[in-house]
């Protein structure tokens, strides 16, 4: 009984703080242990869905053990080309930044991220498509010291995510549930059956 209510309680703090505005779209990302090391931050930092967009590769398949079971706490919506993903993001309010590194491309630290977003990450050799690239709202790039231009995408969306975080956190996003009482209760009889 002790441990069914702790799990309620739980479930019903990590709702109250999950960020609706916020979404990831992996493109055509071909290692499935590093979806799911995505999937992990998005969990860690309150993302509510992910966009799989799939254009080149098969999509992934995640075992529950590479992604410490994040994928069972998060939403996925699958797209199979970037009219249709980005269509849908943008009437759901979304702005769409996608890491480039281009002459365009902005800082990370310069993007406002307390706003709905949406951040797209690209395939591991490839990186993100010049089609998601050019249909995007901006383009952005993590600041890199060294001789190294970029980070492993799982890292990376690691990076974002947590400026994503500190800026909401900062802003106090946090401090106010997201959802109506309707959503949140039906949020969390979906979830504690999971």
Partial sequence: MLR????????????????????VVVENI????????????????GVMRVELLYTQEKFPRIGKKSSSSANKWLERRR???????YRLLREEGFRIYATHLGPA?????????TQKVAIVFGNEHRGVSD??????????QIPMMGMIQSLNVSVAAAVTLYEALRQR???GTLDQCLFSQEELQAF???????
């Avoid at 209510?5 to 019903?12: D, L, V, Y």
């Avoid at 797209?79 to 993903?85: K, L, Q």
């Avoid at 491309?105 to 991220?113: A, E, M, T």
Wanted: aromatic fraction near 6%; charge should be neutral.
């Fill in 4 to 23: 069914s209510s702790r799990r309620s309680e739980k479930i019903r703090q990590v709702l109250a703080r999950r960020q609706p505005g916020l979404t």
């Fill in 105 to 113: 491309s902005v800082s990370l630290y310069d993007l406002d991220l």
């Fill in 30 to 45: 071909h290692d499935p242990h590093n979806v799911s090391a995505v999937f992990r931050t998005c969990d860690a930092v």
């Fill in 169 to 171: 956190l900062a802003g």
């Fill in 79 to 85: 797209h199979t080309s970037v009219d249709h993903c």
């Fill in 131 to 140: 089609e998601a690239a050019m249909k995007a709202d901006g383009n952005f």
């Fill in 188 to 194: 969390y009889e979906e979830w504690i059956k999971r």
